[in-house]
């Protein structure tokens, strides 16, 4: 409803609507409240909304600067809806059709859309952050500049040509024009994949994975895993970034050149050496392709001090002496980077 037109007339249910937009057909819903939770004095407070707009039709609507947070849309209806700005956080979306709709700079945080449909739509510049986001298929939909921080999206959820260039367009008009937008399959991977795309940002993401990560290394068994976890959250205090390899591969990498790739990535290198049997093979494979400095943690194996013929190597009895050798890993990174330079100057 709007402040003066509507009071009264939707925002009781869905049914109510329905019939009320049907007598109605021109109404522009302009900067509406749909919001209904009051105090014990009577006013607006934060909490849940008591609206209930479940399986409402709000087709070919133009909604501006809603106000609805919390508000229940599930099973609603938004065919060739356009939304302008306003606030939708925490509403429930669940089982929502959207079909040739628009968002343009809409708050959709910590809202819910599990089991929701998107066909041909445009969530342009939509904050997603924490949004439930497990829908039943997401296609042909431009999601160029959405935030989608703390996304939680589902295994087995249907996505395709999910549009990452910048266009108020949909799909359908884009295609229609003859172009083909560069596009990715995985909502969450969009932002990732438009860096990608733009060489200097590119360079830029390369520069920030150089400058902040650190490639964890050793075995997961027998408390493994969770030393690496503490030293990750010990780096993470100081800045870095903690990447430890403990997802299944990549479908087209191997686990060698998965490791050697995230080994690229890294400032530098630490390994757990009591623990993992492929420890000296992983080594042996990075830091014959590349030279990062490598601090190692507790008992080397037999051949562990040929290492230092391949690359700059500081060695400590325990994890707690990590934070001890952060400055000196710091300092054997700037070399290596004053190296590369130098390496670049004689080359001209």
Known sequence: MTSEEGEGHHVGAAKTWNEW??????????????????????????????????????SGQTIIGAFAEGLNLRGAVFDDTKFEEGDFSRADFSNATFRNTRFNKTILSGASFDGATFVNCNLNRVNLVGA???????????????AAWDLKTCEGMKQSKLVIERTYDLYSTIVADGKIPLMVDDIELAQFVYYLSSHRKLRDT????????????????????????SIGERLAHHGYMPMTFDFGRPDSLSMTETVITMAGLSKFVIVDLSSGPSVPFELKSIFIAMKKPLLAIGNPFALFRDMADLTSVVRIDHQDEVETKLSEMERLHAARVVD?????????
Not at 44 to 53: H, W
């Open 206 to 229: 390369l520069n920030v994975l150089n400058t902040r990560g650190v490639l964890m290394l050793g075995g997961f068994e027998n408390g493994g895993l969770e030393r690496l976890n």
């Open 21 to 58: 937009r049907n007598q109605n057909p021109g109404f522009l819903p302009a900067r509406p409240f749909w919001y209904d939770c009051p105090g014990r004095d009577g006013r607006q407070i934060k909490g849940q909304n008591r609206l209930d707009f479940s399986g409402a039709d709000l």
């Open 340 to 348: 590369l330079a130098q390496r670049d100057r004689d080359s001209l």
């Open 132 to 146: 439930s986001f497990c829908v039943r298929e997401i296609t042909e939909t431009v999601v160029y500049g959405i």
